[in-house]
């Protein structure tokens, strides 16, 4: 006999747990089905921005976050071979987090995991993958093997850009010029506590304060395969000259292959796509995880009721892309113009167009702003 709820999500990410925390806390029965049996996976994105440390206020869980371990950031800068100046200062900003919290995903997901169990409603099913939704019936398999059914008003794909699941949906594919190479560095006593990127002819690399360690992205070629993490190391020991000793050492890398698409339809019959698997994002700026949980937040807000009430149409799920499709829109288009300004001249060799520090210094304000909150940040209303 197959199993039933109210709304199934594909996927345990930022966007699954943060709508099956709301749903359930708005009364809504939840299944959120994740393949993998933990969310130990590095190098996944880490920045927390105020626009969701607003969220988890507006939840009651504020606090608690805030006790999880967690480096904070409140300035952005930017590096070239003749100068130095901040893209974006935080610590201007009028609201109550003017930072950003740098915390492992796995412990976000582990966190939003544990306070969406509080509620009855909730199951968390992992080691369990969805391979295919229809109509609202799921066809998942388990880590022993064995393929179950699963029935609900509604399924949710939130598990990626990589989904099979927006399979069929028209798509608009933007491009990207780069991958990244990621991996760690130990941070040292002496070493600047910031977040930069370090842009030189023909080589880019970013750098992020974890507290304990760096997280570095060294920014190749699309398509480019990384075989040798010694070149890496040396390029970034170039670079960033006081990381040479733990830089020459590097042993490994992790590639991430750079996407920026987006569906062009969000949804069919019973099944809506949010996060990474309505629109694929550049890693410029940092602001996958906290796009997936304003969707997360838009999605709840418009669909708990005639989730509860079982009147649940095709209009709500078109009217959640709606809500959502601006905001996508804008912030992919910012990060085409900074893929086109400072990562594909710095790739290619020449000298990264960007606006003189001078002008970047009065737009500041501006810049810090749209990294903190994004286009339209969504709040809790249910």
């Not at 393929?147 to 008003?153: I, T």
Request: glycine share 10%.
């Amino acid at each position: 006999m197959d199993e039933t709820t109210t709304c199934a999500i594909a996927g345990g990410g930022p966007a699954g747990m943060m709508l099956g925390l709301i749903l359930a806390r708005a009364g809504v029965d939840v299944v959120v089905l994740e393949k993998h049996t933990d969310f130990l996976r590095d190098f996944r994105g880490d920045t927390v921005h105020p626009s969701t440390l607003d969220v988890l206020d507006e939840l009651g869980l504020g606090a608690r976050f805030a006790k999880l371990p967690q480096r904070r950031a409140d300035r952005l800068s930017v590096v070239t071979d003749e100068t130095r100046f901040t893209v974006a200062d935080l610590t201007k900003l009028r609201g109550r987090h003017p930072y950003i919290a740098l915390v492992p995903q796995w412990d976000f997901l582990d966190f939003l995991a544990g306070e969406a169990a509080r509620f009855p409603g909730f199951t968390l099913k992992m080691g369990c993958e969805v391979l295919d939704a229809e109509s609202g019936r799921v066809r998942y398999r388990c880590a022993e093997g064995s393929d179950r059914m699963l029935r609900a008003d509604l399924v949710v794909v939130a598990n990626g850009r990589d989904s099979a699941l927006r399979a069929g949906l028209p798509r608009r594919e933007i491009g990207a010029p780069m991958d990244v190479a990621w991996f760690r560095l130990d941070k040292e006593a002496g070493d600047p506590d910031e977040l930069f990127v370090r842009v030189s002819r023909g080589r880019l690399v970013v750098m992020l304060d974890r507290g304990t360690h760096w997280q570095c992205g060294y920014v190749v070629p699309k398509g480019m395969e990384v075989d040798d993490p010694r070149v890496v190391g040396e390029n970034v020991a170039e670079l960033v000259p006081w990381s040479a000793d733990r830089a020459l050492a590097l042993t490994g890398t992790s590639t991430l292959r750079v996407r920026i698409d987006r569906l062009r339809r969000w949804h069919r019959l019973k099944v809506l796509c949010i996060g990474d698997a309505a629109h694929a994002m550049s890693p410029i700026g940092g602001v996958g995880i906290n796009l997936a949980v304003q969707d997360a937040v838009a999605a709840a807000n418009r669909l708990a009721r005639p989730l509860r009430e079982g009147t649940l149409s095709t209009a709500d799920l078109a009217a959640v892309q709606r809500r959502r499709m601006p905001a996508t829109v804008l912030v992919q288009g910012v990060q085409r113009v900074a893929q086109g300004r400072l990562v594909a001249p710095a790739l290619a060799g020449r000298p990264p167009r960007l606006p003189p520090p001078a002008v970047m210094e009065r737009v500041n304000g501006l810049v810090a702003r749209a990294l903190a909150y994004g286009i339209r940040p969504e709040h809790v209303r249910v």
